[in-house]
Structure formats: structure tokens, C-alpha cells
């Protein structure tokens, strides 16, 4: 290190003047901002405290149909973030389509844009269908390209190219002639490549979520390079990504109901409940089957109080709500599509070849009281 002491009357060549100076004055600026006040850059706050809790309450209100309700705690959960969730922001602008308030639902609708999700699919959605008809809506759709320029230059789009490759990688050999049975020893070596080229992404930039990658047009429930954390299942000793993704969780860079999938995946049994219920799909069936009836209904797995209480913990650190709370949605979802509160994963489909098959699942299965 330079001793660079003013007190020594020396003569300095200009580039060793100018790194003395330069190294003076960052100590001095380090000092000065020690004890000048300057505010610290603010900690991201526990998105599982102050934010999901939030939105769990804003959509048991849409359950109740009390979209004022619904609308303030949406409202109350983004001012509590520096970033909420596409899926978020929807259902907040299709609360406010019901309630006629065009004004917030264009405020959500243009925030949607800046995560990425396309004017056409926007389009596409009926629940805005009032909207299109309107002023604003023009105003909107002109405004569209330099918002969606916005977004482009904001979301890290070279990253998402970069993970879309390892869904790519994964998916070549096992579309391939022979599939899985010939180029196993290959389609093992490129699971363990594309984990090692995540984790460094994720050590480089964080968990890609929505807010350094985008949403990819629509409201994606998971990125295609999700695929690298669902193969790495417990019964094959893969790698274990619930310390990173429950750290995605609390920092805002996912949601917790992927979450709790994908480590639903990763263990292979019933952890977080992320399956609200089941559905048996029966080729040969008939209508005179014992078993009929309940095969035509919505199932769920059999647990125990015990088993619930475990699983409800869980999804309480996540920042989720209780199994019960959530099977409401999936099932007011199915009843009312315009709000986004299920997922595709919500109901498992088991595909039997008989009602003996059926029979059998049954009897691990319980129908659902609606």
C-alpha cells in the first residue's frame, strides 16, 4: 500500500500523485458517509410476513365476492414491496374491472406490461373485454410499444436465453429416437450440467424470477428451466434446492405456490400440498361401476390431522395458506376462471386402465366435500 503522508515533503511522479490522491480521498469519503447519516440501502422486507399473508387475504375476499375488500388488501400488499408478482397485479386489475374503477385497472394492466406479459395475450383475456371497448384502452394499446421497450431493457433477456437452453438441453435426447432407454448415460450428464450452469446463475445474479427475467408474455406459472429443479427428486439423490428457493421466497424473486410444487417434486410425496386435490381418469369405466360415482368426483389424498398440521406449518413458512384455505380457491377458480387463483398442477390426474385400477387408488383417496 502507498504511504502517502503529507507530511513528507517528497516529490511524487504525476502517477504515483495521482493514486495517492485517489486513495486519500475514497478514506475521506468513507469516513464522511460513516458519519454523515446517509441512509443505508434499504433490506429487502420478508416477503412471507409482509406481503403473501397479504394477497392470501385479498383472495379469500374474491372467493367472498368482496372485490372492495379483495381491492385494499392488493393495494396494502404492494406498498409493503419494492416489487409484487405479475399474477398479483392481474387479479388485482380484474378486481377493479368489477368494481368499475377503469382508472386502477389500466394503473395494473400497464404494470403488467412492464413484467413482460404481451398485449395480445391481454387481449385475449374476456374479463377485460369492458375495457377494450373504451378511450383508455386506445390510449393503452399506443402507449404499448414503449412500455413493452421498457421492459426489454430492464428484464436481463440474454439470462432467459441462456435458461431457456437448459430446458432445450434436457428435452433433445429425451425427444430423440430411443429416448431415455438409449442416451440415458447422456441425459444424466446434461442434468448434472444444467444444475451446475444454474447454480452459477444463481450465485452470479441471484433466482431468476420474474423481477431479473420477466414473465415471458404471458403469466407463466413457472419458467421452462424450471425443469432442472424438478428432476433432481430425493429418490435419486439430486441436488436439494429447498434452502434456495425458500430464500427466493422470503427475498421476493418467486412466488411460494411454485415453490411449494417444485419441492412437492423434489421429494416425491405430499410435503406442502401444492396438489389441492385429485382427479382419477378412467379409459375403461362404466357407469355401473361400484366405484363410479366417486371416480367422477374431486378426490383428496388421505392424511392425518398430524399429517395436516405438518403440511400447514410448512406452507406457513412460505408464507402460504392453510390447505383448506386453499383447496376454496381452486375450487371457486373452477367455478369462476376470470381470476387467476389455481395452477396447473392444483389437481393431480391419475390416468387408470380399469375400475379395478381405480379401485385400488381409491382406496388412498377420499371424496372432497364441496
Known sequence: ???????????????????????????????????????????VPDYTEVYHPVINVAELEIVEGNYEEALAAYQQAFAAVPVPFARDYYNAAVSAVKLGD?????DYLEQLVLKGVSLPYLERQQVFDTLQTSRQWKKFKKQYPKRRERYEEAANLILRDD??????????????????????????????????????????????GEALIGVADTL????????????QTTARNGY?????????????????????????????????????????????????????????????ESMSDEELAQINKRRE????????????????????AQFKLNYDWSVKNYVVP?????????????????
Request: charged share 30%; glycine share 4%.
Open 317 to 336: 413458512e412460505l408464507g402460504l395458506e392453510p390447505l383448506q384455505d386453499y383447496r376454496k380457491k381452486v375450487l371457486h377458480n373452477a367455478e369462476d
Open 354 to 370: 380399469s375400475s379395478e385400477a381405480a379401485d385400488v387408488l381409491l382406496e388412498r383417496l377420499t371424496v372432497a366435500e364441496e
Open 102 to 106: 377503469e382508472k386502477q385497472a389500466f
Open 240 to 300: 436439494d434446492f429447498k434452502g434456495i428457493l425458500s430464500k427466493a421466497v422470503k427475498e421476493g424473486r418467486m412466488a411460494p405456490q411454485p415453490v411449494a410444487y417444485l419441492l412437492d417434486q423434489q421429494a416425491g410425496k405430499i410435503m406442502y400440498g401444492s396438489r389441492a386435490f385429485a382427479k382419477i381418469r378412467c379409459r375403461r369405466c362404466k357407469d355401473n361401476d361400484k366405484n363410479y360415482e366417486k371416480i367422477q368426483s374431486l378426490l383428496l
Open 1 to 43: 500500500m502507498y504511504q502517502c503522508s503529507p507530511l513528507k515533503k517528497i516529490l511524487l511522479l504525476p502517477a504515483t500523485f495521482y493514486r495517492c490522491a485517489t486513495f486519500l480521498l475514497l478514506v475521506f469519503c468513507l469516513q464522511a458517509c460513516a458519519t454523515s447519516g446517509v441512509p443505508e440501502q434499504a433490506e
Open 220 to 231: 407463466e406459472e413457472l419458467p421452462r428451466f424450471s425443469i432442472v429443479i424438478e428432476r
Open 163 to 208: 435458461l431457456d437452453e437448459l430446458y432445450a438441453r434436457d428435452q433433445y435426447f429425451r425427444q430423440a429416437e430411443g429416448g431415455l432407454r438409449v442416451h440415458g448415460d447422456t441425459i444424466r450428464q446434461i442434468e448434472a450440467d444444467n444444475v451446475t450452469n444454474l447454480l452459477n446463475w444463481i450465485n452470479d445474479y441471484g433466482y431468476p
